[in-house]
């Protein structure tokens, strides 16, 4: 069975594609999240998924060991081998949390 989390990423990216062929911008109409079923839903998957993003970059960010490319690519064992804290270490304190949210969902 898939996770919770794969579905609403799945459901995310179908709404996306849905919205990009879209004429009329429907999820725009006020309340639409509160009474279209399918906006519904979305906003419910993507709530989860902010909650998720936002408990993991805060884990990144409270252990973040700064280092420059070339230290970050020489890193063979390391713990949390992820583009997460590849980012976190490699941009130090210069990026915000709301950056890294905005960087890892347009991936």
Do not use: C
């Amino acid at each position: 069975t898939e996770s919770p989390i794969v579905k609403a990423v799945y459901r995310v990216l179908r709404e996306a594609e849905h919205r990009s062929s879209s004429f009329i911008p429907y999820w725009n109409l006020p309340y639409a999240d509160k009474w279209m079923g399918g906006q519904v839903e979305f906003r419910r998957d993507m709530t989860m998924l902010d909650d998720i993003l936002a408990g993991l970059i805060n884990r990144a960010v409270e252990t973040r060991k700064e280092a420059t490319v070339e230290e970050l690519e020489m890193r063979e064992n390391d713990d949390d081998p992820s583009l997460l804290r590849f980012l976190v270490d490699m941009r130090g304190e210069d990026l915000s949390s709301r950056v890294l949210r905005d960087d890892l969902m347009t991936m």
